[in-house]
């Protein structure tokens, strides 16, 4: 192949394990990276941020929920108040 450049790479550290073919003729990649502690570490960062949201979410949807149900609850006083008014 005059012209092209071909190349797979093959690397291998500790916990990392990499492969890594390039072709660059009409140009064309294929990656694959593995590492096993690095893998864990973003996991457990992801799923903090994840469980960060929910809380937020959670909280959110609560004091949501709480003006709503004290909007009700006026509604109602309002409505009583004018249902046990006595007509003469």
Avoid: P
């Avoid at 864990?40 to 937020?56: A, G, I, L, M, S």
């Avoid at 959670?58 to 008014?85: A, P």
């Amino acid at each position: 192949m005059s012209g092209s450049t071909v190349a797979l790479q093959w690397l291998y550290s500790g916990s990392t394990v990499a492969l890594q073919w390039l072709y660059s003729g009409s140009t064309v990649a294929l990656q694959w990276l593995y590492s096993g502690s690095t893998t864990n570490k973003r996991r457990t960062k992801d799923e903090q941020k994840t469980d960060k949201r929910r809380t937020k979410d959670g909280q959110k949807t609560n004091k949501r929920r709480t003006k709503d149900e004290q909007k009700t609850n006026k509604r109602r006083t309002i409505n009583e108040g004018t249902t046990n008014v006595k007509w003469k």
